[in-house]
Nanobody
């Protein structure tokens, strides 16, 4: 069974950068055939889709709030999916989760499209 692990969260100043990574380290599983999304959530708010990448053609989609600042990509071995976050703002502060679903039609930014989730990593943007 696929298990996802996020890493890379932390505290950063406004305008700074962080890179989050999502991997399936158990049994060294590849994420090559999975649509993978990154989501974030703050207390009292619904989980928000931030970015996703499709397994079939590598298409990527972003929430309007992060377009031009965040980038989602796979490593060459397809074992991790990373989220590069630049020009971070205070409103990017949240718990970030990666999620995956096997061989979907395309990736989506809706959480109900995914059936496997990581435990999350915290991102705090503050001076």
């Amino acid at each position: 069974q696929l298990q996802l692990v996020e890493s890379g969260g932390g505290l950063v100043q406004p305008g700074g950068s962080l890179r989050l990574s999502c991997a399936a380290p158990r049994f060294g599983l590849s994420l090559e055939k999975y649509d993978v999304g990154w989501f974030r959530q703050t207390p009292g708010k619904e989980r928000e889709g931030v970015a996703c990448i499709s397994w079939s053609d590598g298409s990527t989609y972003y929430a309007d709030s992060v377009k031009g600042r965040f980038a989602i990509f796979r490593d060459n071995a397809k074992t991790t999916v990373s989220l590069q976050m630049n020009s971070l703002k205070a409103e990017d502060t949240a718990d970030y989760y990666c999620a995956a679903v096997l061989m979907g039609y395309q990736c989506y930014l809706q959480s109900y499209e995914y059936n496997t989730w990581g435990q999350g990593t915290q991102v705090a943007v503050s001076s």
